[in-house]
C-alpha cells in the first residue's frame, strides 16, 4: 500500500506541476470603446462612471508560461498601457514588464491601436514581435504611425499562416484561422491557442457565425475554453443606429445555437466583447440567464490576484 500510495502522490504532484505551467488571464471583456463608454450618460453606464471597480477595459487576453516565464498578449487595445501593468499586479511582477509576443485579430481601433505606446514616445520597445495575418502585415507597414513602429524595429511583424500552428515554444502553439466581418483595413483573424492541458478559441469579432465557414458548435466542442463574440445581447440595443452597420452574432443567437447541446459544451462558452449596452455588463437578471442557460462570461481579471 505504501509504494501504491507514493505512487499515486508522486502522479498527483506530476499533474499539477503540468497545470501549473500555463495560464490565461484576462485582461480586459469589453467592446473597442471600453465600459463605460465614452459620451454614455444612459442606465447601461451610470453606475460604471460613478464606481471604477465596475469599469471593464477593452477584450484582452494574456497567455503565461508559468515555467519558462514568458507571456504573450492577444490584442493591442487603447488600454494596453493599463493591461500590461494590471498584468504585471496579478502576476506578483513574476514576468518581463512587456510580452514576448503580440497577437492581433485585426484593424478596428480596439485591437491593434495600441501598438502606439511601443513607438519613441513611449516605451520605445525593441523588435517586439506583433504576429498577424498577410493583409494586416501590409496595412500596418504601408501605413503611418504604424510604418515608423516597424522602421524604427520597436516592433517586428510575424506574418501567420491561415489554419497552420505556429510554434511558441515546445509545447505552446498559436493557430490563426479568418473569419468574416467588416474588414475595411485587414483581414479578421481568430485564434485557437494550445498548451498542454487546455485548448482555447479567441473568436472576438464576427459578423455572424452563419456567414463563417465552419460550425462554431463543432469547434466549441474542441477546445475546453471558447472565448465567443458577445458585443450585443439582443439586436434592439442601438436604436439610433443600424444594427447591420455593426453585424454580430447576439448572445441570445449563440445562445440558441447550442440549446440542445450538453452543459458540459455550454460550460465551455466564455463570453467576451461587450458592448457598453449589453446588459451582461451591469444586469444581475441577465448574468443569471446566462448562468441558468450553463453559459458563462469573462471576467477581468482583478490586481493582485
Known amino acids: 500500500m505504501t509504494f501504491i500510495s507514493n505512487l499515486l502522490a508522486i502522479l498527483l504532484l506530476n499533474a499539477s506541476v503540468v497545470f501549473a505551467q500555463n495560464k490565461m488571464i484576462v485582461l480586459g471583456t469589453a467592446q473597442d470603446g471600453g465600459y463605460p463608454q465614452m459620451g454614455c450618460s444612459r442606465a447601461c453606464c451610470i453606475n460604471a462612471n460613478q464606481q471604477d471597480s465596475l469599469r471593464q477595459m477593452v477584450v484582452s487576453l494574456a497567455l503565461a508560461d508559468l515555467q519558462q516565464k514568458k507571456w504573450w498578449l492577444f490584442e493591442a487595445t ?17 514576468f518581463n514588464f512587456l510580452p514576448d509576443g503580440i497577437f492581433i485579430t485585426h484593424a478596428h481601433i480596439g485591437h491593434y ?15 517586439l514581435p506583433v504576429y498577424v495575418l498577410p493583409k494586416l502585415k501590409g496595412f500596418l507597414e504601408q501605413n503611418g504611425p504604424w510604418s515608423q513602429l516597424v522602421n524604427l524595429k520597436n516592433i517586428s511583424l510575424v506574418m501567420l499562416t491561415e489554419e497552420i500552428p505556429h510554434p511558441l515554444s515546445d509545447n505552446l502553439s498559436v493557430t490563426a484561422f479568418r473569419v468574416p466581418h467588416r474588414d475595411e483595413f485587414s483581414e479578421t483573424a481568430g485564434f485557437k491557442i494550445t498548451t498542454p492541458t487546455t485548448r482555447y478559441l479567441f473568436i472576438p469579432d464576427i459578423d455572424k457565425w452563419s456567414k463563417w465557414n465552419k460550425d462554431i458548435v463543432k469547434e466549441v466542442k474542441s ?3 471558447a472565448y465567443l463574440d458577445a458585443t450585443f445581447f439582443t439586436a434592439d440595443e442601438l436604436p439610433n ?4 452597420e455593426v453585424p454580430h452574432p447576439t448572445v441570445t443567437e449563440t445562445m440558441n445555437l447550442f440549446v440542445n447541446e450538453s452543459i458540459e459544451t455550454k460550460n465551455k462558452i466564455h463570453f467576451i466583447h461587450f458592448n457598453h449596452t449589453n446588459p451582461v455588463l451591469y444586469n444581475i437578471n441577465s448574468q443569471l440567464k446566462l448562468k441558468q442557460a450553463g453559459f458563462r462570461w469573462a471576467t477581468q481579471v482583478k490586481s493582485g490576484r
Open 78 to 94: 487603447p488600454d494596453i498601457k493599463d493591461q500590461l501593468k494590471l498584468f504585471a499586479e496579478a502576476t506578483d511582477h513574476q
Open 113 to 127: 491601436t495600441g501598438l502606439m505606446q511601443l513607438g519613441r514616445e513611449v516605451i520605445n520597445s525593441q523588435q
Open 223 to 225: 477546445v475546453d475554453v
Open 241 to 244: 443606429r443600424k444594427i447591420s
